[in-house]
Nanobody
């Protein structure tokens, strides 16, 4: 069973930057797809970015493309999300999640396809 712990959230000025990290542990971690989702108050949880552990392909929501970058550190079993040019609509709780390494491309943005979730970290753009 995977265990995920997010960190790096906080209060940031308009147009500022934050870097989120997700530390993971688990027997099959290196074969997982890992993703970031976010949820603002009163809204549904939405896809932000994902990365294939095998192959390293990345995927982004249109709303963050060009501003956010997802990356991985295989040795540390860590996935990061570099967030630049932050906007008010980026304010949310950000969650790290893992899914099957070979999950179909058409499902990679679907939160129902992810099996394990972290506790979340708050990002607030003021």
């Amino acid at each position: 069973q995977e265990r995920l712990v997010e960190s790096g959230g906080g209060l940031v000025q308009a147009g500022g930057s934050l870097r989120l990290s997700c530390a993971a542990s688990g027997r099959t971690f290196n074969s997982y797809t890992m993703a970031w989702f976010r949820q603002a108050p009163g809204k549904e949880r939405e896809f932000v970015a994902a990365i294939r552990w095998i192959g390293g392909s990345t995927y982004y929501a249109d709303s963050v493309k060009g501003r956010f970058t997802i990356s991985r550190d295989n040795a540390k079993k860590t996935v990061s999300l570099q967030m630049n040019s932050l906007k008010p609509e980026d304010t949310a709780v950000y969650y790290c999640a893992t899914g099957a390494g070979n999950m179909p491309l058409l499902t990679i943005r679907d939160r129902q396809k992810y099996d394990y979730w972290g506790q979340g970290t708050q990002v607030t753009q003021r």
